[in-house]
């Protein structure tokens, strides 16, 4: 799978600020026909961003499609005209029920067959940020295949449970590791809050370390400032590559000389330290570090 260090948003209405994030080297752009347009704008996003999809050039980042909610009436509308330009990916917002990420790859399929790509081409990302979306996320999490994964939506979620935003983030905290227990347990990607203060680098850093300490593959963010330093923090230090590649060395060794468990640099080494270090790697090849 991509890497997804950062996913940026950008309003679909805005032709300037598409472009502009298609030079930032940002590995996801998530080009919006939700929260970012407002309700008198949606019928012009479409068509910018229909012929932002066909005439720039978005080189390695990955091209993504923020609908409005599948059940808001917009969204057969959004999928009708955006999707002849064939994004890599529809993002799903608001999504509580398994059927909603269902509805919407039917609806993928019907326009790959008909344009005769193929079938399960683009993929499909959900953000889960209301209660119900929480309590649903293993019928969510397992839904459909063309599922990727999972974004955790941190400012709706602490409005839709009536609850106060705080900088230690304890209010979240819950919703936050279930959003990463159930990603890995249906072999997803789980993407992190917006840190909406673009200008506290400090506070981003921060953010963007917890959330990778929790499990998260990366971070929604709003502002170009936050690209790289985002992208950063979730890419593997040389350090680290460097301590992975010397335990899967040794474990390699070992497992041909028939012994599962082995001591290392004073540390007994068994299957979840090796896991753990399978996942740094992971995460390295995707960045491009290896």
Same mark, same amino acid.
């Given at each position: 799978?991509?890497?997804?260090?950062?996913?940026?948003?950008?309003?679909?209405?805005?032709?300037?600020?598409?472009?502009?994030?298609?030079?930032?080297?940002?590995?996801?752009?998530?080009?919006?026909?939700?929260?970012?347009?407002?309700?008198?704008?949606?019928?012009?996003?479409?068509?910018?961003?229909?012929? /932002?999809?066909?005439?720039?050039?978005?080189?390695?980042?990955?091209?993504?499609?923020? %609908?409005?909610?599948?059940?808001?009436?917009?969204e057969?509308?959004?999928?009708?005209?955006?999707?002849? +330009?064939?994004?890599?990916?529809?993002?799903?917002?608001?999504?509580?029920?398994?059927?909603?990420?269902?509805?919407?790859?039917?609806?993928?399929?019907?326009?790959?067959?008909?344009?005769?790509?193929?079938?399960?081409?683009?993929?499909?990302?959900?953000?889960?940020?209301?209660?119900?979306?929480?309590?649903?996320?293993?019928?969510? +999490?397992?839904?459909?295949?063309?599922?990727?994964?999972l974004?955790?939506?941190?400012?709706? $979620?602490?409005?839709?449970?009536?609850?106060?935003?705080?900088q230690?983030?304890?209010?979240?905290?819950? /919703?936050?590791?279930?959003?990463?227990?159930? /990603?890995?347990?249906?072999?997803?990607q789980?993407?992190?809050?917006? $840190?909406?203060? $673009?200008?506290?680098?400090?506070?981003?850093?921060?953010? +963007? @370390?917890?959330?990778?300490?929790?499990?998260? #593959?990366?971070?929604?963010?709003?502002?170009?400032?936050?690209?790289?330093?985002?992208?950063?923090?979730?890419?593997? #230090?040389?350090?680290?590559?460097?301590?992975?590649?010397?335990?899967?060395?040794? $474990?390699? #060794?070992?497992?041909?000389?028939? @012994?599962? +468990?082995?001591?290392?640099?004073?540390?007994?080494?068994?299957?979840? %330290?090796?896991? #753990?270090a399978?996942?740094?790697?992971?995460r390295?090849?995707?960045?491009?570090?290896?």
């Open positions: 799978m991509r890497a997804r260090r950062a996913l940026l948003y950008v309003p679909g209405d805005d032709q300037y600020k598409i472009r502009k994030a298609t030079g930032l080297g940002v590995d996801s752009i998530c080009i919006d026909l939700e929260d970012g347009v407002a309700t008198n704008r949606k019928v012009q996003a479409r068509k910018t961003i229909r012929e /932002a999809l066909n005439t720039l050039e978005f080189s390695q980042s990955e091209k993504l499609v923020r %609908i409005n909610p599948v059940g808001s009436g917009l057969s509308l959004d999928l009708l005209e955006v999707l002849p +330009a064939r994004p890599g990916g529809v993002v799903i917002p608001k999504v509580d029920r398994a059927e909603q990420v269902q509805w919407v790859s039917e609806e993928l399929s019907t326009i790959e067959r008909s344009e005769g790509w193929p079938e399960g081409e683009i993929c499909l990302i959900a953000i889960v940020e209301t209660a119900r979306s929480i309590v649903n996320l293993e019928r969510i +999490a397992s839904a459909d295949n063309r599922l990727q994964a974004i955790f939506g941190a400012e709706d $979620f602490v409005g839709d449970i009536g609850a106060t935003r705080t230690a983030g304890w209010e979240v905290f819950y /919703a936050r590791s279930a959003v990463v227990t159930f /990603a890995a347990a249906n072999n997803l789980a993407i992190d809050q917006v $840190f909406i203060d $673009f200008h506290d680098t400090g506070g981003l850093l921060e953010d +963007a @370390q917890q959330g990778m300490q929790l499990g998260f #593959s990366g971070k929604q963010i709003i502002h170009p400032n936050q690209v790289e330093p985002v992208q950063e923090a979730y890419t593997p #230090s040389d350090e680290a590559i460097t301590n992975a590649l010397h335990l899967m060395a040794a $474990f390699t #060794s070992y497992q041909d000389a028939g @012994q599962g +468990a082995f001591a290392l640099d004073g540390k007994m080494i068994d299957a979840p %330290i090796i896991k #753990s399978q996942r740094v790697l992971e390295a090849r995707a960045a491009g570090k290896l």
